[in-house]
């Protein structure tokens, strides 16, 4: 029962992330919508590493749930998340279609799970 | 306001609703896994819903969650998140000159629903058509993605409480990430970007503090600038 109530019960931490989160990223979201007229055009040095943060970001993101390093190369590579992230990789280099992606992904994984490795 | 005014209100709304559509295809798998993650990590349906509302930007919440559900500091969620969302100030400073010319409030209002997907329609609308009403066909397009995604949010929360854990239905979030990251790769220094950033993640990935994705980004920046100086 007492497990059951915490699940329910919120956690402070959840909604201070979420209110932070939320203003940084609305001040993120206004920062030049609301100065513009006040300065010309963006710096460039401002602008310059904003054109890497989405490859950047997204590659740090995904790599590390799809790599875990292991003591041998065969362990690594014979992984079915990074087996299923090849195959959901080459869809989306193809189609460049979430849909598609998530699709080959997680079929690849309950067919690697289920059948092949099971 | 006339019933002319009405009229006009009506078309480049609707044009704006009408063109984001498509989209909407990649928003709604994204708005589902948004709600599955967030109950995965032991968040309950209104917190998965403020965060949606709060927040309302899919990567960061995504990171957001990952990081609450392994009990990383709140620094770390957070700096993680703002990361993640600095892309925006892009946006933000290519748009800006449309709104100009509109009410402090108006573009205080405009701002909270600036998304990659509105941002990219918007701005492509505007160059080809200067008749349009701007922030009324932006209100089309950013508006019904608002929608979309709150209630993808909500459908994911109920559907990913029923489903067993040995499907790895929060597999799909990584999935997700790479059909953004592909297209984003597209030439030299974004592509080293990528790749560094990817393999400083990896190896950075029992850093302490969960600082590993902070780390790797980092990191993916630095390479993609490196690259470009060099290539020039």
Redesign the interface.
């Known amino acids: 029962m007492i497990a059951g109530l915490d699940a329910v019960v919120s956690d402070p931490r959840v909604w201070a992330a979420i209110v932070v989160i939320g203003a940084f990223t609305y001040g993120i979201r206004l920062s030049f919508i609301h100065l513009f007229g006040r300065i010309d055009a963006v710096p460039p040095r401002v602008k310059r590493p904003l054109r890497y943060v989405p490859p950047a970001v997204l590659a740090a993101l995904v790599l590390p749930d799809l790599v875990t390093v292991r003591p041998s190369v065969a362990a690594t590579l014979l992984d079915e998340r990074l087996l299923a992230g090849v195959v959901a990789g080459a869809v989306a280099w193809r189609t460049e279609n979430v849909f598609a992606t998530i699709g080959a992904g997680m079929g690849a994984l309950w067919l690697l799970r289920f059948v092949l490795l099971a | 306001m006339t019933r002319t005014d009405g009229d006009v209100l009506h078309e480049d709304l609707a044009a704006g609703v009408r063109d984001v559509t498509p989209l909407m ?2 928003i709604v ?2 708005a589902l ?1 948004a709600g599955i993650a967030a109950v995965d990590a ?3 349906l ?2 998965a819903v ?2 949606s509302v ?4 899919g ?2 919440q ?3 969650i990952d990081l ?1 559900g392994s009990n990383a500091p ?1 620094a770390v ?2 700096g993680t ?13 290519s ?3 449309y ?2 010319d509109y009410a ?1 409030r108006t ?2 209002g ?3 629903l ?1 998304t990659d997907q509105a941002y990219a329609l918007s701005i492509a609308e505007y160059e080809r058509n200067e008749d349009r009403s701007r922030w009324r066909y932006y209100l089309g397009a950013a508006a019904s993605l608002w929608i979309v995604w709150q209630i993808g949010t909500v459908v994911g929360v109920v559907v990913g409480a029923g489903v067993p854990d ?4 929060t ?15 597209k030439d030299r ?3 080293a ?11 950075a ?1 029992g850093l302490p503090l969960n600082l ?3 780390v ?6 630095a ?3 490196a690259t ?1 100086v060099t290539a020039t």
Do not use: C, D, K, Q
Not at chain 2, 166 to 169: N, P, S, V
Not at chain 2, 193 to 203: C, F, K, R, T
Not at chain 2, 216 to 221: K, S, V
């Open positions: 295809l990649g798998p994204f896994v032991g968040l309950t209104a917190e403020g965060l709060i927040v309302f930007a990567a960061s995504l990171a957001a609450l709140l969620v957070i998140a703002v990361v993640i969302n600095l892309r925006m100030m892009m946006y933000s400073a748009i800006a000159p709104f100009a402090r573009r205080a405009l701002a909270y600036l040995a499907w790895g239905l597999f799909a979030v990584p999935l997700v990430f790479l059909a953004l990251l592909v297209p984003a790769m220094p974004t592509t970007a990528g790749i560094v950033g990817g393999a400083v993640a990896v190896v990935a590993g994705l902070l790797g980004a980092l990191f993916g920046i390479a993609g600038m470009e």
